[in-house]
């Protein structure tokens, strides 16, 4: 076994818990991309067991912190029967489920989502790679299905070293997939969707914006980012009359207005517009329109902390525009899924567009990801989605 020795000093963050170790931290010790390695402080203490990844500023990511712990086949499906386990425990109102969700389930680089009868896994780490057959047999296993498709095209690859790859790692057939959350029927292609191919994270809070609809008898909503729509369909579920999703991606449109017909909404109650949020947000200001409940769901817009000053500016400007547009005891549902802007600075942001719009608020909700996104003390950087709901005094 290769041992691989940190800087004096350097063994902190790992007796915290903490499965990352930087390439600055590192004082010597060389492995294969993905390999094994054991972890010694400056002092040649045993601090854990790592995936060893050559090319990424992630130097080590833990498996264990355990010194009697093998990291062999027993030991994935050790931790893939510990995640399933706490599925089951978790109140899921869906057969679309976030069975893998990397570091916080002791699997560093290994996402997957059960969407019914397949899985869609992504190995983004070289560690998770270089397991990547074991890691499918003791899913298989551990499920008992028969179909899993990999996803392995996130940039994140290219940090490791790693390509990308994507297709049937086990199983053959259509990629599309139907999935029921809480009373509604969507569907995905596992191929072609974003991420493994829908937004499972925001399950809970589509729920919560049904019932916010419903409850405030909010009749006029505008879904801005909406992917495929899924906030679309919460809202005439609980009721709106007419509901607008704007999207830059057509083919996410045109499953967003498929979505509309498959649960049985008059098609003439959803208008799908290819388009760009912001100059959009500007239109309907231009126009005089107004609604009462908008949703902003963006894509990331800041990776990385180093990317979180201009990115504030651009959540700021979008919030800014959709409080304006908001008729007054209106909602906004306002997110940010980037990892660079914690809750606190979104919180700020959001204030801020307030106050630029001369718009006072009431904070009615502060979300975050569905808890098969699991969230750990020890890793704060899973905790990435977060949201406000905002009522417009
Ligand atoms: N709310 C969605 C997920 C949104 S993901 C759900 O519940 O499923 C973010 C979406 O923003 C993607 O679908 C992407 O196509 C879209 N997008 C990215 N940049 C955009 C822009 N400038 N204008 C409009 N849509 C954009």
């Not at 010194?67 to 050790?78: I, L």
């Not at 990385?304 to 304006?324: F, G, M, P, Q, V």
Request: aromatic fraction near 8%; charged fraction near 25%; charge should be neutral.
């Amino acid at each position: 076994m290769k041992v691989v020795k940190l800087r004096e000093g350097k063994e902190r963050s790992l007796l915290r818990r903490h499965p990352w170790v930087f390439q600055g931290s590192v004082a010597g010790g060389k492995a294969d991309s993905g390999e094994t390695v054991r972890v010694e402080s400056f002092e040649g203490k045993f601090l854990a067991w790592a995936s060893f990844s050559p090319s990424s500023m992630i130097r080590l990511r833990v498996w264990s912190f355990d010194e009697a712990e093998r990291v062999d086949a027993g030991y994935f499906e050790r931790r893939i029967a510990r995640a399933l386990e706490l599925r089951t425990r978790l109140p899921i109102a869906s057969d679309g489920v976030r069975l893998i969700h990397g570091e916080a389930d002791g699997l560093p680089g290994l996402i997957v989502d059960r969407y019914g009868g397949t899985l869609c896994a992504q190995f983004l780490s070289a560690g998770s790679e270089r397991w990547r057959a074991v890691i499918a047999e003791a899913l298989l296993g551990a499920t008992g299905l028969t179909r899993l498709y990999e996803r392995s095209d996130s940039g994140v690859r290219r940090l490791e070293g790693l390509e990308s790859r994507t297709g049937w790692l086990v199983g053959e057939g259509t990629t599309e997939v139907a999935i029921r959350e809480h009373a509604w029927q969507l569907t995905l292609d596992v191929a072609e969707g974003h991420k493994t191919g829908f937004y499972l994270d925001q399950r809970d809070n589509r729920k919560l914006f049904a019932d916010t609809v419903r409850h405030f008898c909010y009749q006029r909503v505008l879904n801005c980012y909406s992917y495929t729509g899924g906030f679309s369909i919460a809202a005439l579920a609980g009721g709106a009359a007419h509901v607008t999703s704007v999207d830059s991606s057509a083919p996410a449109l045109t499953r967003a207005h498929a979505h509309v017909v498959l649960n049985g909404f008059d098609a003439a109650r959803h208008d799908a517009l290819d388009a760009d949020v912001n100059q959009t947000l500007r239109e309907c200001i231009r126009t005089g329109r107004s609604f009462d409940a908008i949703v902003l769901d963006p894509p990331k817009f800041a990776p990385t902390a180093a990317h979180a000053e201009r990115a504030a500016r651009a959540y700021k400007d979008i919030n800014r525009l959709a409080l304006k547009l908001l008729d007054p005891g209106g909602a906004l549902f306002t997110f940010s899924c980037s990892g660079g802007v914690g809750a606190e600075l979104f919180h700020k942001i959001v204030a801020g567009a307030g106050l630029d719009a001369g718009i006072d608020g009431l904070i009615y909700a502060r979300l975050s990801a569905a808890p098969d996104h699991a969230m750990t003390v020890t890793f704060p950087e899973g905790e990435y989605l977060k949201g406000l709901v905002v009522i417009k005094r």
